[in-house]
């Protein structure tokens, strides 16, 4: 129930760039994904699990190679 700007706070670059991209990651709130404990950064795969097949893996194996970030989803 925490809004977002109570992160914006202190994070305000990040939280400026997540409000901005129009992808599905604009809709969530920060605490939704960092719920667990303030600064944890949890896995794509965590929510995501492997979306992708293996043989794009085996040369991309980190989201944000293709993905900008989690904050700003850009391909």
Do not use: S, W
């Not at 809709?27 to 995501?48: F, G, M, N, Q």
């Amino acid at each position: 129930d925490i809004p977002n700007n109570y992160c914006a706070a202190c994070h305000d670059d990040v939280a400026d760039m997540l409000d901005k991209n129009k992808t599905k990651h604009h809709d969530l709130t920060c605490v939704y994904c960092h719920r667990a404990k303030h600064a944890v950064i949890p896995a794509c795969e965590t929510c995501h699990g492997t979306p992708h097949p293996q043989t794009m893996l085996a040369n991309f194996p980190e989201c944000n190679m293709c993905h900008k970030g989690a904050h700003d989803l850009i391909k």
